[in-house]
Each structure stands twice: as C-alpha cells, then as structure tokens.
C-alpha cells in the first residue's frame, strides 16, 4: 500500500496562493493516479482535481478550474495542487488520495487518502 502526507496549507488572503504537497511513500508512485479533494465544515466531501499515470490526463471541478494546478513528480514521489485567486469558498480541509486503477472524481474509487492539511482563506 501507498502512504500519503499533505503539506503546505495555512491562512492566506483572498487573491492569494498556496501550493500544497502530497508525499508518497511505500509503493511506486508512478502506479497511482492522484486526485486532490476537500472538505469545509459541515459540508460533503468535494472532488477538487486529478491526475492520471504520467501526468498526461488531468481534470478538475468546475469551480476551481482556471484556477487550480494538479501535477506530479514521480520522481519526488509527489503530487501538487497549485492554488491560486484563492477564494473564502476554498476554505476547506485538503485531501490527497490515490489509487492504482481508475482515475476518477469519485472519492469512493480511491483506495488511500492522506489526513489532510487546512487551507484557511481570509476575506
């Protein structure tokens, strides 16, 4: 099984950036497709973005596209969210997950999730 860990939230300004980081350890990370989701208090959890094998196919929710950057560096064994026009409707808990066959906005098709990291928008 594959390990996760997110990093890189914290309290930023409406307008602003922040890219947060998801480290993978215990399998090749290469055999995963990764998608990035979100949860705010008393909310359902949301798909955010995804990234397939290789970093060729990428697909994002309607309401963070234009803004928000999936990729990956296989070779850092880490995936990316980059953030930016950052909105107080982010405001949210961050969640990685990963998955060794299907890439999806379905957070039941991921089989490994991260515990998350806070991303808190100011306006």
């Known amino acids: 099984q594959v390990q996760l860990v997110e990093s890189g939230g914290g309290l930023v300004q409406a307008g602003g950036s922040l890219r947060l980081s998801c480290a993978a350890s215990?399998?090749?990370?290469?055999?995963?497709?990764v998608g990035w989701f979100r949860q705010a208090p008393g909310k359902e959890l949301e798909f955010v973005a995804a990234i397939g094998w290789g970093g060729t196919t990428t697909f994002y929710a309607d309401s963070v596209k234009d803004r928000f950057t999936i990729s990956r560096n296989d070779a850092k064994n880490t995936a990316y969210l980059q953030m930016n026009s950052l909105k107080s409707g982010d405001t949210a808990v961050y969640l990685c997950?990963?998955?060794?066959?299907?890439?999806?906005?379905?957070?039941?098709?991921?089989?490994?999730w991260g515990q998350g990291t806070q991303v808190t928008v100011s306006s």
């Open positions: 997950a990963a998955d060794r066959l299907e890439l999806s906005e379905s957070d039941g098709t991921y089989d490994y």
């Open positions: 215990g399998r090749t990370f290469s055999d995963y497709a």
